[in-house]
């Protein structure tokens, strides 16, 4: 069973799978983007870290044992890794597509809320 990030993190990667060759489209008709930069530069490089974080996801939520003072003895000390809240995602014209959704992946991964503001300068 997977965790409730995990299950967005796929269910986004199927959509740009699914609505690739629209997504190529557009960016070549609106940025005059080729199919291989598309591929390379937006699609393809937020699945390869859509993939990356579902692989490190276990490892980066892992509670991480810290040195406690001795003051503290005989305590043991953690870092517990929390989601912190909202994060405000705003997007740049150039790679409309790569640096809206990477982020968002990240934000995802660490369990937080995003807002997505796409470029108002972009076509």
Known sequence: MHQPRVTTLLKIKSLIQKHERNIHHTLE?????SEYECFLGETGFVVQEIDHSIKKWKKWMKPKRVPTPLMHFPCKGYIMPEP???VL????????????LSPLVGAIAAG????????EIAA
């Open 29 to 33: 008709v609106e940025l005059g983007k």
């Open 84 to 86: 912190l809240g909202i």
């Open 89 to 100: 995602i705003i997007n740049p014209w150039n790679y409309p597509f790569q640096l809206l």
């Open 112 to 119: 937080s809320t995003a807002v997505l503001k796409p470029s």
